[in-house]
């Protein structure tokens, strides 16, 4: 069983730094690819980030792109999710997500390990 734990989030004024981690402890981010979702309320999910289990390849949605980044460690053990110059509309439940899927898929029901999620509030 592949087990996600994340950390992070809270709440923080727009325009700056914030950090969302998602440790895998069995190894799984060796083999998987790692996505990052977010789920503003009353919204569905959507796609953010993934970043390639070689931690080479990157992509970010265009509402994102020049202010996230995604990261993962040398280890391949802790995947990141970096936000900076948020706005409000960045306020959402953000989720790390992994398994068996070709990498820059974006459809979220077809990730079998997902994180608990961590909230981010973005504030004026």
């Known amino acids: 069983q592949v087990q996600l734990i994340q950390s992070g989030g809270g709440l923080a004024q727009a325009g700056g730094s914030l950090t969302v981690s998602c440790v895998a402890p069995?190894?799984?981010?060796?083999?998987?690819?790692v996505a990052w979702f977010r789920q503003a309320p009353g919204k569905i999910r959507e796609f953010v980030g993934t970043?390639?289990?070689?931690?080479?390849?990157?992509q970010l949605v265009d509402s994102v792109k020049g202010r996230f980044t995604v990261a993962l460690d040398n280890a391949k053990i802790t995947a990141t999710l970096q936000l900076n110059n948020r706005n409000q509309e960045d306020t959402a439940v953000y989720y790390c997500?992994?398994?068996?899927?070709?990498?820059?898929?974006?459809?979220?029901?077809?990730?079998?390990?997902w994180g608990q999620g961590t909230k981010v509030t973005v504030s004026s």
């Open positions: 069995g190894g799984a981010f060796r083999d998987y690819h």
């Open positions: 997500a992994t398994g068996p899927v070709r990498f820059g898929i974006r459809d979220y029901e077809v990730y079998a390990y």
């Open positions: 970043i390639s289990s070689i931690g080479i390849l990157t």
